[in-house]
């Protein structure tokens, strides 16, 4: 029995009950969410980790951060370290998008070593393994990919990316477009092409029967992946998105009818005007299913920076409706993240998420941030420490020039030490 099949009988899993109490949610409340589909819980049959999570609404706005190999860095222990990095900055999941080396040894060791949920795509196993073997990715037998699929769920993936939203109609749809930057998505690249070069319709559509089957079998939340998602912010909100969002918003109701958790995955470059018209057109298709987004970018000439771009899109996002953010990190376009990327794009993250919260109302939000503000009027800085969303940097960054009880910006023309020497009139 699936999480969303316990809750349409009105049974309150052990799951339920302690997100409940970690999200201050009546359980009841949270039962009833989950059976409607506008909540989830990622958490696999075949795994057992510490911290399970929610993911929707009313729950605090959740982080992802992606870590995984490549063919020129093949490494598992990389991995292991980026995953202890984010982590350390307070990630609630990751993603295993690993390309290179042994794929299943790395997805094993991430999923022993990962005390949150973990997810994956799927296809980008069965695709590397083809490139690694000098073949075409057109050259993708569907049942292997299926095999693939269920094989990655009974190691105990937690949800999986799926890109099932990308049709032989909608392909064709797609290459009518004039797109600035075309299809930038890899799954959905992959899956548009092998559509083209094989004339047939998308197996994961095709055969979304059988999907549901397997992801039924282990509790995996579908996370239903967006093959357009816009990479430019010209492209953003333009029929080809649209079109594939409607087609999601079908096939999450026909998910939950089998009993399937599902979440919608969202655009990745939006201008700053369309980002909060995009998360209710989601909410709105999709019938409030959770949202999943990476970013949004509301702008295209930040690389090296596009953590910041990423959370300035994701905080308003995060406000207008958005349940799950993917974090994007300083080497976006650029490189291959390491440790020191990762931290700085989970933490990036969680300011906006947080922020978000603030502006959702979400229980303890804006009250953190008073008791913030009564700190810094004390200045008592290892209150203010505690509270930091990052407090290692928050530290350093005071140490660094200290001057006993006050910041070195101000020193002896600290305005709350002024403040404080003011007579009562």
Not at 345 to 350: D, F, K, L, M, T
Not at 402 to 414: A, E, F
Request: aromatic share 6%.
């Amino acid at each position: 029995m699936t999480q969303l099949e316990a809750a349409r009988k009105g049974i309150i899993t052990p799951e339920m009950k302690k997100i409940a109490a970690d999200e201050f949610m009546d359980a009841e409340k949270l039962m009833s969410l989950i059976a409607d589909g506008k909540a989830v819980i990622p958490k696999n049959k075949n795994r057992d980790f510490a911290h399970v999570m929610g993911i929707g609404r009313g729950l605090r706005t959740k982080v992802n951060a992606n870590i995984g190999t490549s063919g020129d860095r093949p490494f598992i222990d990389c991995e292991l370290d980026k995953l202890k990095a984010a982590l350390d900055a307070g990630t609630d999941s990751v993603m295993d998008l690993s390309t290179g080396g042994d794929l299943e040894a790395v997805r094993r060791a991430i999923l022993e070593a990962s005390p949150v949920m973990v997810g994956a795509v799927p296809l980008y196993a069965v695709a590397a393994e083809l490139a690694m073997a000098d073949k075409n990715t057109e050259m993708m037998d569907p049942e292997v990919l299926l095999r693939s699929i269920e094989k990655q769920c009974e190691q105990g993936i937690d949800y999986i990316t799926v890109h099932c939203g990308v049709t032989k109609e909608s392909v064709a749809r797609m290459d009518r477009t004039d797109r600035v930057c075309g299809i930038v998505s890899r799954g959905g690249s992959i899956t548009a092409n092998w559509i083209r070069r094989n004339g047939k319709e998308n197996p994961l559509y095709e055969y979304y029967e059988d999907l549901l089957d397997i992801a039924y079998k282990y509790d995996v939340t579908l996370s239903l992946g967006d093959g357009f998602r816009p990479g430019a912010i010209a492209d953003a909100s333009d029929r080809a998105q649209i079109d594939e969002l409607i087609i999601l918003g079908e096939l999450a109701k026909r998910a939950k009818e089998r009993n399937v958790q599902v979440i919608i995955e969202g655009p990745g470059h939006v201008p700053l005007n369309q980002i909060e018209a995009n998360m209710t057109l989601q909410k709105t298709l999709c019938d409030g299913a959770p949202f999943y987004i990476l970013g949004p970018l509301p702008t295209d000439i930040a690389p090296g920076y596009d953590h910041i771009t990423a959370a300035i899109g994701g905080a308003i996002a995060g406000a207008a409706g958005a349940d799950f953010l993917c974090y994007v990190t300083p080497a976006e376009h650029l490189c291959l993240p390491d440790e020191n990327d990762v931290r700085e794009g989970v933490i990036a993250s969680r300011i906006a998420g947080h922020i978000a919260d603030i502006a959702k109302g979400y229980p303890g939000a804006m009250e953190r941030n008073i008791l913030m503000s009564k700190y810094r009027k004390e200045l008592n800085w290892e209150g203010m420490f505690a509270l930091a969303i990052d407090p290692v940097k928050a530290r350093e960054k005071f140490e660094r020039n200290r001057d006993v009880d006050s910041c070195s910006m101000c020193g002896k023309l600290c305005a709350v030490k002024i403040d404080k020497k003011l007579p009562t009139i």
